[in-house]
Antibody, heavy 119, light 108 residues
Framework: EVQLVESGGGLVQPGRSLKLSCLASGFTFSNYGMNWIRQAPGKGLEWVASISSSSSYIYYADTVKGRFTISRDNAKNTLYLQMTSLRSEDTALYYC????????????WGQGVMVTVSS | DIQMTQSPPSLSASLGDKVTITCQASQNINKYIAWYQQKPGKAPRLLIRYTSTLESGTPSRFSGSGSGRDYSFSISNVESEDIASYYCLQYDNLPPFTFGSGTKLEIK
């Protein structure tokens, strides 16, 4: 069974940093592209960042480019999102999502981890 | 970047009704659209890919159609378990991935 479990969220002050993790199991992690997608309270879904299976290709939404860094450790089956210079508008539930094999849509999602940016 | 205009923002339907949600892309997306269901407090679930292909486990009352810029998603014979928000996703021209703004389905 595919499982994606996010962790590392919490309350953080504006301008500070936070690192999210997503532990994957139930599939060969190193074969799949991975993504972070967020959802502000009561709002819709917003794609944040993508990383290819071997980390060769990395993409970011304009809203986080230069502040967030996506990375992965295939030996640990773990996806990361390093978030710096956090703003109140980054407050959201952050989902880890798998990119379907040889495709470009998301087939499995974690349950999400909440990040709240507030003083 | 491709924009996805989804409508309506909300729907109220009676059990057994047929409902339809539309997404219009800002340019041709060559049928590369997926539809997700998100129940309250849960992660999104993939229902349909490539316009009309149902994922394993998706009930047959769900369907999708469209081409070019215009796409639709329908639920026939709405059931109480269909209460959720629904989102379209374009995956033709990347990055970025772009979602529609969502449609919240309620039961009358």
């Amino acid at each position: 069974e595919v499982q994606l479990v996010e962790s590392g969220g919490g309350l953080v002050q504006p301008g500070r940093s936070l690192k999210l993790s997503c532990l994957a199991s139930g599939f060969t992690f190193s074969n799949y592209g991975m993504n972070w997608i967020r959802q502000a309270p009561g709002k819709g879904l917003e794609w944040v960042a993508s990383i290819s299976s071997s980390s060769s290709y990395i993409y970011y939404a304009d809203t986080v480019k230069g502040r967030f860094t996506i990375s992965r450790d295939n030996a640990k089956n773990t996806l990361y999102l390093q978030m710096t210079s956090l703003r109140s508008e980054d407050t959201a539930l952050y989902y880890c999502a798998r990119l379907v094999h040889l495709g470009y849509y998301f087939d499995y999602w974690g349950q999400g981890v909440m990040v709240t940016v507030s003083s | 970047d491709i924009q996805m205009t989804q409508s309506p923002p909300s729907l109220s339907a009676s059990l057994g009704d047929k409902v339809t949600i539309t997404c219009q892309a800002s340019q041709n997306i060559n049928k590369y659209i997926a539809w997700y269901q998100q129940k309250p407090g849960k992660a999104p679930r993939l229902l349909i890919r490539y316009t009309s292909t149902l994922e394993s486990g998706t009930p047959s009352r769900f369907s999708g159609s469209g081409s070019g810029r215009d796409y639709s998603f329908s639920i026939s014979n709405v059931e109480s378990e269909d209460i959720a928000s629904y989102y379209c996703l374009q995956y033709d021209n990347l990055p970025p991935f772009t979602f529609g703004s969502g449609t919240k389905l309620e039961i009358k």
